[in-house]
Structures are given as C-alpha cells and as structure tokens.
C-alpha cells in the first residue's frame, strides 16, 4: 500500500481540502505513477460539487494525469520505471465484451472503471484521481506520453483531446470536410487545432464575440457569434458535421438546421437538463443527431502521436494544488484561457 498527499472534497458541495489517499500494493501488471500534472476538467467541478448523478464522497477528482513510473508489478511488460506516461478517465473496463475487444473501453458494456467516483471491477473498492502525488494503475489503461508533448500543456489532451479526437476520426474529417464546433472553452479550442492539422474547414460557433480573436489565433477559417444561429441565413445547410461542446442546454433544432443533407450534430458537453429535438429537423434533409464519448486506449494514443507530430497542444494557466478551489470558482465564471493544470510539486 502507498500513501499520497492529496485535496479531496469530503461532502457534497464543500471546498477540497488536504487529505491522504491509500494507493493500493501493486499487483502483477500495475504501475506506480509520480504524478507531475493533472488537469482540471468541467465534470471534476460538477462532480465535486454533487451535480451530476451518483457521487461517492470523500472524492478525489483528476483524470487529466500525467507522471513518471517509480515502480512496475511483477508481470509488467510495457512499462518500465523511469518513462512518462498518461492515464486518462478510466483505469479498468471488463476487456471482454464487443466494444472492449473491439478497443473502445470507453463504451464497455458493463461499464468502465472511472479514474475517480468509481469502483473497481470488484464492485466495492473505491477509484481516486489524479488531484494527487501518486495512483497505481494497471498498465493496459496507461499511454505513452510522446518526447514532444510537454507534460504540462499535454495533460489535458487525455479527455479534452481525446474526446475531440475520437469523433473527428469516427465521421472521417479530413479536406474538404465543412466542420462547426460550437463553444469554444477547453474541449472546443483543441478541436479546432486537431481539425485543422486534419485539413477541415473550420468554423467556430460561440454565445460570446470576444472569442473572435482566440478563434481564429488557434486556426478556425470563420467565426460566428450569435444567441440563435438557426435566424443566421448564411449558416443554414453549410456544415457537414457540428461537435457541440456546450455543457449546457442548445437549441437542437437551430443547430441541425445549419446541416446539410446526411450531416450529422454529435454532443459532446453533458447538459445538465434534458434536451429534445423535432423529428422534422432531422427526416427532411435526412441528418442525424449522434453522440460521442472520450475513445479508447489505442486511440488516446494514437491522437497523442497525431498531436506530436503537428505540434498541437492546449492552452493552459498553471496552478497549484492549493488555489484549486478558486480555481474551480473561475472555471464556472468561464474564467479561464483555456484549461487549469495542476503542478502536482505544490503537494510535495
């Protein structure tokens, strides 16, 4: 068993606080991980504060991890001490039903094992995140961290990054594909950099005009600021895929409107209320409405090797563990360009 320093919320609702977290002894394919930097996700402020479904408490959030191998189990096999590796938003799925041997743990269909607010395959044992100085982990849910990603400006590229990637591959983006991606934060501003190293045309959608320029430094060929983009004649009919970033409530029906024939709108954000869209949105121009969820382990690293090699990046303030609470005050005033990641050396 290892111990590491920690900031947990001990109730729903409550500030985190200082708290030590009991890393299980290592089992044959586990890893120890130092943790160097984990990023801050909008679900780490929604589950912390008990908004979204079950939530087990004392939590540990962070599932944005990056960090360096201490020590390896005895069957270990691609993993050795001393290399950099990243651990995304689950630890563990079944890897035996059809999504998981198909290499898409995300959608394991009992369920996959969440890096924090979960339990492990056991049903009983609790999972802890990455707001803390260490967490073992099996070595199948752990991804290289490639020489040209720097730990820090990388970490969020394990569920911001991923969760932008696996879409923009499963609808085949690439030239010639005429792309919206609504809402501009921290998923939306590495979408835009991933489809245009993928050769898309790129249109931003946001509610807030001061994100003109920000949109456009990061790639976007167009921007369009508005409260109802279905009264905007130029957007109707003139995407082939929208990726709806938003966690909050969208007009569907104004959005699949900007559609053209077989174009599809994929959510991405969770709102937190029920959302609904008109059967006559959707049959005329024969759209589709779909969903998509962060993507597998060999895909997670393969995104990692695209963003090496087109040198893409997020957009990151730096902070420590200690300020994490005003952090999450500013991540809900939208105050942040574009993702908080935590220096884990604060606890240490």
């Avoid at 430094?217 to 970033?245: K, M, V, W, Y």
């Avoid at 409107?257 to 174009?263: Q, S, V, Y």
């Avoid at 937190?272 to 949105?281: E, G, H, I, L, N």
Wanted: aromatic letters at 6%; one cysteine or more; charged letters at 20%.
């Amino acid at each position: 068993m290892y111990l590491a320093q920690a900031f947990a919320a001990q109730r729903r609702g409550e500030p985190l606080t200082p708290w030590q977290v009991e890393r299980r002894a290592l089992r044959p394919h586990d890893v120890l991980i130092d943790i160097d930097f984990c990023g801050v996700c909008h679900s780490d402020l929604h589950q912390a504060r008990g908004e979204w479904g079950r939530q087990l408490f004392p939590m540990v959030p962070g599932h944005e991890i990056v960090g360096t191998v201490t020590a390896v189990g005895a069957a270990v096999q691609h993993r050795h001490a001393g290399e950099r590796v990243g651990v995304g938003c689950f630890v563990d799925a079944c890897r035996h039903c059809q999504p998981c041997r198909a290499g898409l743990e995300q959608y394991c269909q009992q369920g996959m094992t969440a890096t924090y607010n979960g339990l492990e395959r056991d049903g009983l044992t609790r999972t802890y995140g990455g707001y803390a100085t260490a967490i073992v982990v099996d070595e199948a849910f752990t991804v290289a961290m490639p020489d040209a990603l720097p730990s820090d400006a990388a970490a969020p590229l394990l569920c911001a990054g991923i969760t932008l990637y696996s879409p923009l591959r499963h609808w085949q983006v690439g030239p010639g594909t005429r792309l919206a991606i609504l809402g501009l934060g921290g998923l939306g501003h590495v979408g835009v950099r991933l489809a245009r190293a993928m050769g898309a045309e790129v249109t931003v959608l946001s509610h807030s005009p001061h994100k003109q320029a920000d949109a456009l430094r990061l790639g976007a060929h167009a921007f369009h600021s508005s409260s109802d983009f279905g009264a905007e004649p130029q957007l109707r009919g003139a995407f082939d895929l929208i990726l709806n970033t938003v966690s909050a409530p969208v007009d569907l029906d104004a959005l699949s409107g900007l559609l053209r024939c077989d174009g599809t709108l994929v959510l991405l954000g969770i709102s937190p209320q029920a959302q609904s869209v008109r059967a006559t949105s959707l049959i005329g121009q024969r759209r589709r409405l779909a969903g998509s969820s962060l993507g597998g382990i060999a895909e997670t690293q393969d995104m990692l090797s695209f963003c090496a090699a087109h040198g893409i990046v997020c957009d990151i303030e730096r902070i420590r563990m200690q300020d994490i609470n005003a952090a999450f005050e500013r991540l809900d005033r939208g105050d942040v360009r574009y993702r908080f990641v935590i220096d884990m050396g604060s606890l240490r």
